[in-house]
């Protein structure tokens, strides 16, 4: 039965948490708990699931049958659009930065499997993807759909996050001191330091830069929690390990290891740097001994065929 046809945002259960057992853990006396968001649902997982839930909810609210978004050639958001737009019943266009060559890679040839129609842009009126002309213009050409920005990060994507906090709140069993994600639009840092209100102060929410000059994200954090200056949170822009995509062999051997120690898959480009920068925060001593952490596995595992194929890994 495809998730449509049963009640299909009740039935989507809370992800597990899972303590994992790690040689570094044990002598820094440290705790990680990993959220699988990875196990949230085959299709669509992660803070895709997170992100899109409350706009699919919207849209069906506004009796809108066709989904259009942005992103690049491999991208998680497209690759769940499409897979949502199959499972929910909405035709769904991708509007693709690259040429058409990329239409054949493994991200884009399910994407098109689930239905979506893709339009390829160049780099150029892929940048002006936000401006108020260019988004006039969408809407001429599509007046019957619903835009969602890049990576699915807008305000309904708040509400979506905000309930990963409400499940650890259920599902923790130790105070969490600290709460990890990786960050790209930073939607899902928002949500969660949104959701960490429910919490107690104590917790701080962190994300983890992928991108290079990462420091804007400040700006989009206001837009999206207009409160979050008053709270606990940390961006840390220095682990970018030289920008978005980029793979050294050092992230790409603690991938490697990580998944043989803890048998959880994750890939280099969100989760697995963001682990590897916890990593390196846990042996700098960051933290107090006794604490407890907690790191978000935003899924993304689709994106290893590609990765595979680019021969990044
Ligand atoms: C797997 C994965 N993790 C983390 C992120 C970063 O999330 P955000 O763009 O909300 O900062 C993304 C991008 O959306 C992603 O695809």
Same mark, same amino acid.
């Given at each position: 039965m495809s998730f449509i046809q049963t009640n299909f945002y009740n039935k989507i259960d809370p992800s597990p948490l899972q303590v994992i057992r790690h040689p570094q853990l044990s002598t820094a006396n440290i705790t990680v708990s990993i959220k699988r968001d990875d196990l949230l649902h085959p299709d669509i997982s @992660?803070?895709?699931?997170r992100k899109l839930k409350y706009n699919i909810l919207e849209a069906k609210k506004r009796n809108i049958k066709h989904l259009i978004s942005f992103g690049g050639a491999f991208s998680n *958001?497209? /690759?769940a659009l499409s897979a949502a737009g199959y499972h929910f019943n909405f035709a769904t266009t991708g509007i693709i930065r @690259? $040429? &058409?060559h990329y239409a054949s890679n493994p991200t884009l040839s399910q994407a098109q499997r689930w239905g979506m129609k893709l339009q390829f842009v160049d780099r150029k009126t892929y940048r002006e993807k936000e401006s108020s002309d260019y988004l006039h213009r969408l809407k001429a050409q599509y007046p019957d759909a619903y835009i969602i920005p890049e990576g699915g990060s807008n305000h309904l994507a708040i509400p979506g996050v905000e309930e990963v906090v409400t499940e650890l709140l259920q599902q923790s069993t130790k105070p969490i001191d600290h709460i990890f994600t990786a960050t790209g639009s930073a939607g899902t840092l928002s949500g969660l330091i949104s959701g960490a209100l429910k919490l107690t102060n104590k917790t701080q929410v962190h994300g983890i830069a992928v991108l290079k000059n990462a420091h804007y994200l400040t700006e989009v954090l206001t837009n999206f929690v207009p409160k979050f200056n008053d709270l606990n949170w940390h961006l840390h822009t $220095? !682990? *970018?390990g030289g920008g978005y995509g980029k793979v050294s062999a050092e992230l790409a *051997? !603690?991938? /490697? #290891?990580? &998944? #043989? $120690? &803890?048998q959880i898959p994750i890939e280099p480009i969100y989760t697995g740097k963001m682990l590897y920068a916890l990593w390196q925060l846990i042996d700098q001593g960051y933290f107090s001994p006794g604490s407890h952490i907690v790191a978000i596995h935003t899924g993304g595992l689709q994106g290893l065929a590609g990765l595979k194929q680019q021969k990044k890994i």
């Open positions: @992660g803070n895709k699931w *958001h497209i /690759h @690259g $040429e &058409t $220095e !682990f *970018h *051997h !603690f991938c /490697h #290891q990580f &998944t #043989q $120690e &803890t």
